[in-house]
T-cell receptor
């Protein structure tokens, strides 16, 4: 398996524009997580899915953020409208809870810059 | 407060040992982890320890777990410049939500 794949790797957009981040988890993994990393706040859990169903979105900062997982192999995180304070690195991760230590596998991240 | 706490920075000289500390709050944590994040990359699992263990050694890495104090540490022997990275402590609870809870990360800076 190629691991967790995120796209794009870098995104620069203007304030007010819609941004869509994409993630392909590892095949067979039943949990998918979206994280945001900034210098000020560290690594924050935004939302996670279990078997494609959103379980906890309490970490989503505002209604401008939404996430979907239409099937087991694809998820999106959308920001509409984007603001400069959304600039961060966004990570997707997946886990297989059938393995004893439930290691989380992370993608390479999407570095978002909103100008 | 945060569930998992770490200091933000650690600076060591090349060749010395590094010790990164972490405290967690959930006494039912089953697995405790150390992840490493190199510049421009995602987090990768470095090592983990099951909660019924006190110590785990893997080459230059030693993990110590004090369940009474809910304290986890990662010792890196003979620290090299390639060890410079951000190190995240995390916990998860088997039988619970399986959600790994991460600390904010400790930036390890290794200087010559």
């Amino acid at each position: 398996d190629a691991g967790v794949i995120q796209s794009p790797r870098h995104e620069v957009t203007e304030m007010g524009q819609e941004v869509t981040l994409r993630c392909k988890p590892i095949s067979g993994h039943d949990y998918l997580f979206w994280y945001r990393q900034t210098m000020m706040r560290g690594l924050e859990l935004l939302i996670y899915f279990n078997n494609n169903v959103p379980i906890d979105d309490s970490g989503m900062p505002e209604d401008r953020f939404s996430a979907k997982m239409p099937n087991a192999s694809f998820s999106t995180l959308k920001i509409q409208p984007s603001e400069p304070r959304d600039s961060a690195v966004y990570f997707c991760a997946s886990t297989d809870t059938g393995t004893p230590n439930t290691e989380a596998f992370f993608g390479q991240g999407t570095r978002l810059t909103v100008v | 407060g945060e569930d998992v706490e770490q200091s933000l920075f650690l600076s060591v000289r090349e060749g010395d040992s590094s010790v990164i500390n972490c405290t967690y709050t959930d006494s039912s944590s089953t697995y405790l982890y150390w992840y490493k994040q190199e510049p421009g990359a995602g987090l990768q699992l470095l090592t983990y320890i099951f909660s019924n263990m006190d110590m785990k050694q893997d080459q230059r890495l030693t993990v110590l777990l004090n369940k009474k104090d809910k304290h986890l540490s990662l010792r890196i022997a003979d620290t090299q410049t390639g060890d410079s990275a951000i190190y995240f402590c995390a916990e998860s609870i088997t039988g619970g939500s399986y959600i790994p809870t991460f600390g904010r990360g400790t930036s390890l800076i290794v200087h010559p």
